[in-house]
C-alpha cells in the first residue's frame, strides 16, 4: 500500500527565521510558524486556539526566508513531516517533529521593513491568481568525512545542525 507524507500549512511566523549553515556549507532555516483555529465549545462561546509548528527549509529557498521573512508575516508551506532525535547534553534521547518544507510562498505585505531588507514590489499576478511558489534548491551537497554524499533531496540528519535550534532545541523551549 502506498503512504503520503503532505503537510500544507497558511499561517504567520511567530518570531524572525534563524539561519545556520550545516558543516557541509548547505543553508538550512527554521521558521516558527502560527495557525489558528476558531471554534465554539461546548457552551456555544467562541474560542480559539494557536497552534505552533516547527518549519525547516534548506538550500537557497532558506536563505531567501531569511532575507524576506519576518515576524508576523504569512505565509503558506508545503512540504512533509520529520521526526528526529538526538542526545541531549546530559545524556537524555530527546525527540522533534517539523514539518520540512519542500515549498515556501510568501504572502501578504510585510515586505521586510523591520529586518531592513525590503523586497521590490514586482506587482505580481492578480488576486484571482495566487504567484507560484518557490521551489527549493537542492544542490549536491558535499561530502564530509570521506563518507558518501547524501542524495540532494533528502536534508541532513540533525547531528549536523547540533540536535536542533535555540538553546535545548526541544519544543518546550518555545518562548512563545
Given at each position: 500500500m502506498a503512504s503520503v507524507n503532505k503537510v500544507i500549512l497558511i499561517g504567520n511566523l511567530g518570531a524572525n527565521p534563524e539561519l545556520k549553515y550545516?558543516?557541509?556549507?548547505?543553508p538550512v532555516c527554521e521558521i516558527r510558524?502560527?495557525?489558528?483555529?476558531?471554534?465554539n465549545d461546548?457552551?456555544?462561546?467562541?474560542?480559539?486556539?494557536?497552534?505552533w509548528h516547527r518549519v525547516v527549509v534548506y538550500g537557497k529557498q532558506a536563505e531567501n526566508c531569511n532575507q524576506y521573512l519576518t515576524k508576523g508575516r504569512p505565509c503558506y508551506i508545503e512540504g512533509r513531516l520529520r521526526t528526529r532525535s538526538w542526545d541531549d547534553k546530559d545524556g537524555n534521547k530527546r525527540y522533534t517533529t517539523e514539518i520540512v518544507?519542500?515549498?515556501?510562498?510568501?504572502?501578504?505585505?510585510g515586505m521586510g521593513q523591520d529586518r531592513g531588507q525590503g523586497m521590490p514590489d514586482e506587482g505580481g499576478p492578480p488576486p484571482s491568481r495566487?504567484?507560484?511558489?518557490?521551489?527549493?534548491?537542492g544542490a549536491p551537497r558535499r561530502s564530509?568525512?570521506?563518507?558518501?554524499?547524501a542524495p540532494a533531496e533528502e536534508p541532513p540528519p540533525a547531528a549536523d545542525y547540533g540536535g536542533g535550534f535555540g538553546q535545548g532545541g526541544t519544543d518546550d523551549d518555545i518562548p512563545f
Open positions: 550545516l558543516p557541509s556549507g548547505q510558524l502560527a495557525t489558528n483555529e476558531v471554534f461546548q457552551q456555544g462561546q467562541r474560542q480559539e486556539r494557536t497552534e518544507a519542500e515549498r515556501v510562498q510568501f504572502l501578504g505585505g495566487p504567484p507560484r511558489p518557490m521551489q527549493s534548491g564530509g568525512m570521506g563518507g558518501p554524499s
